[in-house]
């Protein structure tokens, strides 16, 4: 990469140093999770039965298949550096799932998702730069997702329980945790009758200003979230725009005051917009 990689655990605002520790899986148009092989499988037995026999053979636990962006994105060799940084965090599994929190060259940052190989997964802020012919990783942020409450209320829970609703580590943990605001939840639920969803960002991992600026998000403060899959497709993926003016049509009648994506659906109006960073999802926000 040309540099060191600093991995940080994002809390809020503050960056904190962060030994790196994750794992990774993959995720349309990446590739499918695959079956355990023979030697990730466990080994338990019954009681009373003999043990495995040594000398058989087993085929040697497999690597799985790196994460590779369409290569229709505005920029998939930007994302497929972000992703090879997270793939070599110590416990990262796999990949499944790279976004734009902003892309302005020669300056980006990358959402990147990936599942551990013990279980459970994480959402990262990569941060990429370019000051020649190639792109470089400049840091690595990891998300640190709030703890659940015991209730998180009828609304996040009727969330969490949706089969039509699919939710990152991260996200899920500030729905369990009560931090999303209840337009968004709303929001969420009524797109979900007519569409499947998958939810990329609510609040974790999530810069707190907008990329480039210095004006605040409304990510951060729990009224905004990012679709990145609509119906099983990606937002980014050919023959998918029509689904995606749906859905961008849909949030909007749902009260967001700004709908972001690959197209501006009311030519410059006020509502809708679209710029390189919205190019791969859709992202939908409510006033304060």
Same mark, same amino acid.
Request: hydrophobic content about 35%; aromatic content about 6%; some cysteine.
């Given at each position: 990469?040309?540099?060191?990689?600093?991995?940080?655990r994002?809390?809020?605002?503050a960056?904190?140093?962060?030994?790196?520790?994750?794992?990774?899986?993959?995720?349309?148009?990446?590739?499918?999770?695959?079956?355990a092989?023979?030697?990730e499988?466990?080994?338990s037995?019954a009681?009373?039965?003999?043990?495995?026999?040594?000398?058989a053979t087993?085929?040697p636990?497999?690597?799985?298949?790196?994460?590779?962006p369409?290569?229709?994105?505005?920029d998939?060799?930007?994302?497929?550096?972000?992703?090879?940084?997270?793939?070599?965090?110590?416990?990262v599994?796999?990949?499944?799932?790279?976004?734009?929190?902003?892309?302005?060259?020669p300056? @980006?940052?990358i959402?990147?998702?990936?599942?551990? $190989?013990?279980?459970?997964?994480?959402t990262? =802020? /990569? *941060? %990429? &730069?370019?000051?020649?012919d190639?792109?470089?990783?400049d840091d690595?942020r990891?998300?640190?997702p709030p703890?659940?409450?015991?209730d998180p209320?009828?609304l996040?829970?009727?969330?969490?329980?949706?089969?039509r609703?699919?939710?990152?580590?991260?996200?899920?943990?500030?729905?369990?945790?009560?931090?999303?605001?209840? @337009?968004?939840?709303?929001?969420?639920?009524?797109? $979900?009758?007519q569409?499947?969803?998958?939810? =990329? /960002? *609510? %609040? &974790?991992?999530?810069p707190?200003d907008?990329?480039?600026?210095?004006?605040?998000?409304?990510?951060?403060?729990?009224?905004?979230?990012?679709?990145?899959?609509i119906?099983?497709?990606?937002?980014?993926?050919?023959g998918?725009?029509?689904?995606?003016?749906?859905?961008?049509?849909?949030?909007?009648?749902?009260?967001a005051y700004?709908?972001?994506?690959?197209?501006?659906?009311d030519?410059?109006?006020?509502?809708y917009?679209?710029?390189a960073?919205? &190019?791969?999802?859709?992202?939908?926000?409510?006033?304060?």
């Amino acid at each position: 990469m040309g540099s060191q990689v600093v991995v940080r655990r994002a809390v809020g605002a503050a960056v904190l140093p962060l030994l790196a520790f994750a794992t990774g899986c993959s995720s349309e148009p990446g590739p499918s999770r695959p079956e355990a092989t023979a030697g990730e499988r466990s080994s338990s037995r019954a009681p009373g039965t003999s043990a495995p026999d040594p000398t058989a053979t087993t085929d040697p636990p497999q690597r799985p298949p790196r994460y590779h962006p369409l290569s229709t994105e505005v920029d998939a060799e930007a994302k497929r550096v972000a992703a090879r940084a997270v793939e070599a965090l110590p416990r990262v599994r796999r990949v499944t799932y790279t976004q734009y929190f902003g892309y302005l060259p020669p300056r @980006a940052d990358i959402l990147v998702e990936a599942d551990f $190989a013990s279980g459970g997964g994480a959402t990262y =802020s /990569v *941060l %990429i &730069s370019r000051p020649g012919d190639r792109w470089r990783v400049d840091d690595v942020r990891e998300a640190h997702p709030p703890a659940a409450l015991p209730d998180p209320g009828p609304l996040a829970r009727r969330v969490l329980d949706s089969n039509r609703i699919t939710l990152p580590w991260a996200g899920r943990a500030d729905v369990a945790a009560g931090d999303v605001a209840d @337009a968004v939840l709303r929001s969420m639920l009524a797109i $979900a009758r007519q569409h499947t969803i998958g939810v =990329s /960002v *609510l %609040i &974790s991992a999530h810069p707190v200003d907008v990329f480039g600026t210095d004006r605040r998000s409304d990510h951060p403060d729990g009224r905004a979230y990012d679709i990145g899959r609509i119906d099983g497709r990606l937002v980014v993926f050919p023959g998918t725009m029509g689904r995606v003016r749906d859905v961008m049509r849909l949030a909007a009648g749902t009260g967001a005051y700004q709908v972001g994506g690959p197209e501006d659906l009311d030519g410059g109006g006020s509502q809708y917009f679209s710029d390189a960073t919205h &190019s791969d999802h859709v992202h939908v926000g409510f006033p304060g």
